[in-house]
């Protein structure tokens, strides 16, 4: 099976530090691939990479075999890369509704919609609406309430069905559960599966290593600005990926650069 | 369900609504949720008291049609500016220029059709002379705009500065020479057409008074109703969520800062009409205040992007209505300048409190 995302070779500097070390990366279709590694490994300039949030000084990325080249995550957007980010990106004030639809807002057809630039509210909502029930997050109620008045965890499924709502290739999650209690990372967890099971490829970020190791189909690790190995949760135990990822360690068949 | 992790087990006794409401509410609770959905309802609530007061103690003559068909014509100029302050606002700005800007732009206007007759200064046709009244209030919007949105400075020091430039470039450029309504009228009549009324009945309304609700309706519409509106709220209420949701926020903000610009071209506009003649002087007037004080005693957040365009005109309303009714009651002006004050204390006060709401 062909990887749906690639990278090969990524170097990013900023200054003298070097945050991406001729960094490789793969994606497979429908998989749950989970990134994990030390503080400063470089692991989120790598996600910035591939979002767009990042332009890497060397390397080449490539989506579905074509090599790609995104100067804003506007654009690895429209290419069907979704992120969730960890600040959630959405604006408390405005409404759910709102927040799926912001930046690609959907306008009524004819003579309201090109000349006065009028919204398909009612359009909107009944897309945010089927998308949160695709979910199972219908305990949220009212489409047009505030974002501010959600949970932690609702807010984090709003985020999660927004992406998964228009993320058609790859919806990439960062820290989805950092924030959360016990029960709504729970939430979060089969929000994470439920995307999957609709064909979907996550990137999950995240230092959770029970979470990690729970929902992972692989798990690539990053050390010292590339990665070290690629591990299946089933071969290995939480400790060794901690070892492996902290330098304590060093996964068999690979030499220890640094 | 995912394979639960052991400690989780413990969890299992425990309330299984992971997203549910709390149905049963405290009545205060219930008002802040209902202010929340609808921060116009404050001042539509004051607007109404206040109407409700004046109308028991100051008489019928306060509460007929004439009257108050008057204060709408006193505070369509305000109104108009505190249109465009509430723009600016709602990014969680401010803008201290608006009320020069409008000035530079009356003085532009009145200066073009009339000529001192020395040779080369030559009347300009109506049409072209409004024109270049509202190029020149974009103008120095645009410029506020990209010094907040590319320079990332503050916009209350922003505007602070070209409040003052545009204020000193509008008085030598006019040399503060007054232009009386008759040297303007001799001219044109367009300049004035917001000033002419129609009647229905008692009630006595001008253009202007139309033209600023015509604006508020658009406005409204412009917020609630497109993307660009939406953005600005987005833009508001957390920039850095906004850009990651792929809102470019700096053309947001020149647009808004722009837009503020255009609008005040029609307060500048609306206002000769008002006042017939056009006095340069008229410059160190704190229009800039009395626009941010409507904005913020009809509900606009200064922090951002909060609040309805609907409850501003009910906030330049509110203050018209008390200036009126206190001085029919022969009250001391000073008592509309104290009561403003509390008004605008209290509104930030309520928008703090609503801002705490929560589910």
Same mark, same amino acid.
């Given at each position: 099976m062909e990887p749906i995302l690639t990278a090969r070779g990524l170097v990013k500097r900023y200054g003298k530090v070097t945050a991406l070390d001729n960094c490789d990366f793969e994606l497979m279709p429908g998989e749950i691939l989970a990134v994990i590694g030390d503080n400063g490994a470089g692991k989120s300039t790598l996600i910035k990479a591939i979002s767009g949030a990042v332009i890497p000084d060397e390397g080449e990325i490539r989506l579905e075999g074509k090599p790609i080249q995104f100067r804003t995550p506007i654009e690895a957007r429209n290419a069907g890369i979704e992120t969730v980010y960890q600040t959630l990106a959405m604006s408390p004030a405005l409404s759910i509704a709102d927040n799926m639809f912001m930046g690609r807002e959907v306008r009524k057809p004819g003579i309201m919609g090109s000349v006065f630039r009028q919204l398909d509210r009612p359009k909107m909502q009944a897309f945010a609406r089927e998308k949160l029930n695709e979910l199972g997050l219908m305990t949220i109620q009212n489409i047009n309430q505030a974002v501010e008045t959600l949970s932690g965890g609702q807010r984090q499924g709003v985020a999660v069905a927004r992406a998964a709502a228009f993320g058609s290739k790859v919806v990439i999650l960062d820290e989805p559960t950092a924030a959360l209690g016990v029960k709504e990372s729970r939430r979060v967890l089969e929000l994470i599966r439920d995307v999957k099971n609709r064909g979907i490829p996550i990137i999950l970020i995240s230092h959770n290593m029970p979470h990690v190791f729970e929902i992972a189909d692989r798990i690539h690790i990053h050390r010292l600005g590339r990665r070290l190995c690629v591990i299946k949760p089933s071969d290995y135990s939480m400790s060794d990926a901690v070892a492996f990822m902290t330098g304590a360690k060093v996964p068999e068949g690979v030499a220890e650069v640094a | 369900m995912t394979q639960a992790q052991e400690f989780e087990s413990a969890t299992k006794d425990a309330d299984q609504n992971v997203a549910q409401f709390e149905e049963r509410r405290s009545p205060l609770a219930r008002l802040q949720h209902l202010l929340h959905g609808n921060p116009a309802l404050v001042p539509l609530i004051v607007l109404i008291g206040l109407i409700a007061f004046f109308g028991i103690f100051a008489g019928d003559r306060f509460f007929s049609a004439y009257t108050l068909t008057l204060v709408m014509q006193q505070v369509a100029v305000v109104g108009i500016l505190a249109a465009a302050q509430t723009l600016v606002v709602l990014t969680a700005g401010i803008d201290l220029a608006i009320?020069?800007?409008?000035?530079?732009?009356?003085?532009?206007?009145?200066?073009?059709?009339?000529?001192?007759?020395?040779? =080369?200064?030559?009347?300009?046709?109506? %049409?072209? $002379?409004? +024109? *270049?009244?509202? #190029?020149?209030?974009?103008?120095? /919007?645009?410029?506020?705009?990209?010094?907040?949105?590319?320079?990332?400075?503050?916009?209350?020091?922003?505007?602070?500065?070209?409040?003052?430039?545009?204020?000193?470039?509008?008085?030598?450029?006019?040399?503060?020479?007054?232009?009386?309504?008759?040297?303007?009228?001799?001219?044109?009549?367009?300049?004035?057409?917001?000033?002419?009324?129609?009647?229905?009945?008692?009630?006595?309304?001008?253009?202007?008074?139309?033209?600023?609700?015509?604006?508020?309706?658009?406005?409204?519409?412009?917020?609630?109703?497109?993307?660009?509106?939406?953005?600005?709220?987005?833009?508001?209420?957390?920039?850095?969520?906004?850009?990651?949701?792929?809102?470019?926020?700096?053309?947001?903000?020149? =647009?808004?800062?722009?837009?503020?610009? %255009?609008? $005040?071209? +029609? *307060?500048?506009? #609306?206002?000769?009409?008002?006042? /017939?003649?056009?006095?340069?002087?008229?410059?160190?007037?704190?229009?800039?205040?009395?626009?941010?004080?409507?904005?913020?005693?009809?509900?606009?957040?200064?922090?951002?992007?909060?609040?309805?365009?609907?409850?501003?005109?009910?906030?330049?309303?509110?203050?018209?209505?008390?200036?009126?009714?206190?001085?029919?009651?022969?009250?001391?002006?000073?008592?509309?300048?104290?009561?403003?004050?509390?008004?605008?204390?209290?509104?930030?006060?309520?928008?703090?409190?609503?801002?705490?709401?929560?589910?």
């Open positions: - | 009320g020069v800007i409008m000035v530079f732009s009356f003085v532009i206007m009145g200066n073009l059709v009339l000529t001192d007759g020395s040779p =080369g200064d030559f009347a300009m046709p109506a %049409v072209l $002379a409004l +024109l *270049a009244g509202f #190029v020149v209030a974009a103008f120095w /919007g645009f410029v506020n705009g990209n010094l907040v949105a590319r320079l990332k400075l503050p916009p209350f020091i922003v505007t602070l500065g070209t409040w003052n430039i545009i204020m000193a470039i509008c008085l030598i450029y006019s040399e503060n020479a007054t232009m009386r309504e008759a040297d303007l009228t001799a001219q044109t009549q367009l300049l004035h057409v917001f000033g002419q009324n129609f009647r229905v009945g008692p009630a006595v309304v001008t253009y202007g008074v139309v033209a600023m609700i015509a604006l508020y309706i658009a406005l409204w519409f412009m917020l609630n109703h497109t993307a660009f509106g939406r953005h600005i709220y987005a833009v508001g209420d957390d920039p850095d969520a906004a850009e990651l949701a792929g809102i470019s926020t700096s053309k947001v903000l020149i =647009g808004v800062y722009t837009l503020a610009g %255009v609008i $005040a071209g +029609l *307060a500048a506009w #609306v206002s000769i009409g008002r006042n /017939g003649s056009i006095s340069p002087s008229t410059v160190v007037t704190d229009f800039n205040l009395q626009a941010i004080t409507a904005t913020v005693i009809g509900g606009i957040s200064l922090f951002g992007g909060r609040g309805s365009i609907l409850g501003v005109l009910f906030g330049t309303l509110i203050v018209g209505i008390m200036s009126m009714g206190l001085n029919m009651m022969n009250a001391d002006p000073q008592w509309k300048v104290l009561l403003t004050g509390v008004l605008i204390i209290a509104a930030v006060a309520v928008d703090q409190w609503i801002r705490k709401v929560s589910a």
